[in-house]
């Protein structure tokens, strides 16, 4: 029996953007519908299952928050994205008290927009979604200085961008560290809003669940 892709429609007046984005996923295993006309979004949700519904947000005949609010009443199931290239994006969201999966910002990061829409479908479809994939290391910090430990993360940080594999970060001896520890933490706040992508930091002492405010959600801390 052949296996369901999930379906993704797309929805920009700009005709570049949409060609773009299908080159960016054209490798992912889903099937992709694009169109200009936010109607066609409301035609497709009423004949079929849509799994995502990607809206750029000002749009000639409707603007994606209404569109995306009419997607929800329809197809509660369906996750919905805006892109935008607008600042104030995320305060008209607000505003209108629609609850999105995500808001991205164009231009957005290739590698960091599979992953996420990997991460949104690989539940609702997990025998076709492969599951993200992570790159593990192992850092000591025993007797290090923080300028060490972060150089010897940030290569890990770089790959993952460009190879769209999420790093995973295991931190060991963080309290025998031969350095200030808050000097570490703002290293590595600067490491992760440099490198736009989000990582997966663990650490068994739990000293680093401090500064996940700082990282807003570009990373994830464990204990």
């Known amino acids: 029996m052949e296996k369901v892709k999930p379906l993704i429609v797309i929805v920009d007046d700009d005709p570049e953007i949409l060609r773009s984005l299908q080159r960016t996923l054209r490798d992912e295993p889903y099937e992709i519908l694009t169109t200009e006309h936010p ?41 919905c994205i805006i892109l935008s290239g607008f600042p104030d ?38 025998s076709t979604v492969a599951p993200e994939p992570r790159e593990e290391i192992t850092v000591s910090c025993r007797g290090r200085t923080a300028r060490d430990v972060v150089a010897e993360i940030l290569p890990v940080c770089s790959r993952g961008q460009a190879h769209g594999i999420r790093p995973v970060i295991v931190l060991q001896d963080l ?9 570490l933490l703002k290293g590595l706040a600067r490491a992760v809003a440099w490198s736009h992508f989000p990582i997966d930091l663990r650490d ?19 204990g």
């Open 39 to 79: 109607v066609q979004v409301l035609r497709w949700i009423t004949e079929r299952p849509v799994d995502l519904v990607i809206s750029d947000q000002r749009m000639p005949d409707m603007n994606g928050t209404d569109l995306l609010e009419i997607v929800r009443e329809y197809s509660p199931e369906t996750a």
């Open 89 to 126: 994006t995320a305060l008209i969201v607000e505003e209108s008290g629609l609850s999105l999966e995500h808001l991205i910002r164009k231009p957005w990061d290739n590698a960091e927009l599979a992953v996420i829409l990997r991460r949104l479908l690989e539940t609702r479809h997990p």
């Open 175 to 183: 309290r025998l560290l031969g350095d200030s520890v808050s000097r």
């Open 204 to 222: 068994e002492s739990g000293c680093l669940a401090a500064f996940l405010a700082a990282l807003g959600r570009r990373a994830t801390v464990r």
